[in-house]
């Protein structure tokens, strides 16, 4: 593997990871009050439009990372939409 592809493999990594401790926050807490709902429609459209791009240029590394990306991010999103009336009074 050359310095390259070393680099964009753990690029790659660290972008899917990313997404796992805001899950399993979200997940405890049973709540979502402090993710921004904003932030993640638009995180899901780029991930979605990164996918498209991959598929396009036949990139599969570019294509399957973000859409683990994209699957993790949708269950943010998911876990906003289902505790969205936590914490309101």
């Known amino acids: ?5 070393l680099i964009g493999t753990l690029a790659a990594l660290c972008s899917m990871a990313s997404f796992v401790p805001q899950i399993i926050k979200i997940a405890r807490e049973r709540d979502a ?5 904003r932030m993640y ?6 991930f979605s439009l990164w996918i498209t791009y991959g598929l396009l240029a ?3 590394p570019v294509a ?3 859409g683990v990306c994209l699957v993790l991010s949708g269950v943010i999103l998911a876990l906003k939409w289902r505790y969205r009336d936590i914490g309101r009074t």
């Open 1 to 5: 593997m050359n310095l390259a592809n």
């Open 64 to 66: 399957v990372s973000n």
């Open 33 to 37: 009050s402090s993710v921004s709902l």
């Open 41 to 46: 429609v638009v995180t899901v459209t780029g």
């Open 58 to 60: 036949r990139s599969w």
